[in-house]
Structures are given as C-alpha cells and as structure tokens.
C-alpha cells in the first residue's frame, strides 16, 4: 500500500515476518530431527466466521511451519466448564506445546478466567498473569504477540529506539502496557523513556505531539491524527477495529503527510504479530523438549 503525494517511509510487516518465520522453520526442522514434533492446539468456541477463517489461517500456517495442529471446535453454547475441560486436557497432555485460544468467545463466557486455567507454559499469545509477571520482571517466558511484534518491525526497519521518547496511546493488558515495559527494558532494540497515555487524559496530544516514536494502541478508528503527530516521527498503528472484515486502524491514512515513517494501514502489525505467535510456539517446544 501507498501514500500517494506523501513522503513517509512505509514500514510493513511482511518482511518481518518472513525473517522471523524462517527462523521458526529452522527451529522446527532441529526439533524434528531430534525426534520432537512440535504442536500447537487450537480451540474455537462458536460459529463467528471471521474467527473461524483466522483458525484455518493459523493452522495452515502450522502445517506449512512443520507443526502438527490439534483443534477443539466447541459449540456457542458451550459452557465456562467445557472450555475450562479442553484446557486442561491440552495441558495434560505432554505432546501439546501451545495451546490458543481463538478470541473472541462468545460472551456468556470470561475468556480471562479461561486464560488463568491454561498452563502459562503453553500459552502461546504471551498474555496469562503469570507470563505477564515474568515481562515486568524480565524473566524468560512467552511475550504478547503484538508488543514483541511491534519490537521487531521497528529493530528490521532500522528504526533506533534506545534513548528515544516512545509515546504509546492506549493502556491496554494486551499491548499498550506490555509494549511499555517491553521497550522499557535494557536491550539494543528496547531502552527507551517511555510514556503512556490514554483517551482518560484530556490533553492527550500533548504527549504524543512530542513522541519521536508513537505507537498507537486504543482501537478507536482514526483517533490519531496529522495534527496529533510530530512532524518527522515513526508511527506504528497497533491498535485496530473491525466493521465486518473491513480494517478500521487507529492512525488516519493522512498522517503519512507528517511522519518520518509509519506503518501501512494493512500489513503493518497484522503479519509481525501473528509470527511471534509461531516464534512462542516453537520456543515452548524447545523448552519443554529441551532440543535447541
């Protein structure tokens, strides 16, 4: 996609995700050869297509990585304990690495306590309590899929981050507080003062007018706009809403006549994210095999 009579650097994701997925392969093919058959087990509750297509996506993309893909289809009707069952047999059984669950879920059901039941080992969206904690203090464990996404697409594209004001738009649990203490964190592609804001804040453009990186994450069509952005910055829009299967981002298409460089309204974050999905995959197969 392009901008047409703008001069904003694109930065998509689909190269990302190549590199990374790649490397996912070559760890597949060590696992196998060891003789471990890497797994990841999908679980969708309901009838919704749009979640429905995402599962065969996933699973496609499985089968082309090496993995093998268990999947449990459970009705609309199905109730907290049956899904709270197919977790636990996913966690019991030893040849199960990663477990998703597809979301959303119908909405008689709280996918939160359904997340709390998975095994934080095997939780391959990087979001369950305990591997949120392992994030704050730095510890090894699976990373949330967007955050650690949005990492890697700014460290492929030369983007520098170390010692730069990053501003994130949006608090929430799966990418704008998990991406504020990711980049945070003191390494090469992260370190960086980093300040949240949110729609609570009644002078929001203030903070995000200085950010020399902003990351918008709040899930509200076209919230960012030209004018709520530095001239010369990186913007990377992560968060999104859908009408239909149409795309609605968070950055309004004419903030290319202002940015340095930003991400295409599709084919930014989409790709990166859904690879690090495969890349906590591969690594829970590898620590509970031990091989690589």
């Not at 996913?90 to 709390?116: E, K, M």
């Not at 020399?212 to 709040?218: H, N």
């Amino acid at each position: 996609m392009s901008f047409s009579g703008t001069s904003a650097r694109l930065l998509p994701g689909g190269p990302v995700a190549e590199r990374v997925l790649a490397g996912v392969a070559a760890d597949v093919a060590v696992l196998r050869a060891a003789g471990v058959t890497p797994a990841l087990a999908t679980v969708l509750v309901g009838d919704d297509d749009a979640s429905a297509g995402y599962i065969r996506i996933k699973q496609r993309q499985a089968a082309e990585l090496g993995f093998v893909s268990a999947h449990v289809h459970l009705p609309a009707s199905a109730s907290q304990a049956d899904l709270h069952a197919v977790l636990a047999d996913f966690n019991a059984d030893r040849d199960v690495h990663a477990v998703l669950v597809q979301y959303p879920i119908p909405g008689h059901l709280d996918y939160d306590r359904a997340l709390q039941v998975l095994d934080p080992d095997k939780d391959v969206d990087g979001l369950h309590p305990v591997n949120m904690g392992r994030l704050a203090l730095g510890q090894p464990g699976p990373l949330p899929c967007t955050p650690a996404g949005i990492e890697a697409l700014l460290a492929f594209h030369g983007v520098p981050v170390a010692g730069r004001e990053v501003v994130i738009l949006g608090r929430g649990a799966t990418l704008g507080r998990p991406l504020a203490m990711l980049l945070a964190q003191k390494r090469p592609t992260a370190n960086a003062a980093v300040t949240v804001v949110h729609t609570g804040v009644a002078d929001w453009p203030r903070y995000t007018r200085r950010a020399e990186i902003l990351v918008a994450a709040v899930g509200v069509p076209g919230i960012v706009r030209p004018e709520h952005v530095r001239p010369g910055a990186v913007v990377v829009g992560g968060g999104v809403r859908y009408e239909g299967r149409r795309l609605l981002p968070d950055v309004d298409e004419s903030c290319a006549e202002v940015a340095g460089a930003i991400t295409p309204r599709v084919g930014g974050v989409g790709p990166t994210t859904v690879a690090m999905l495969f890349r906590n995959a591969v690594r829970a197969a590898q620590r509970a095999s031990g091989v690589g």
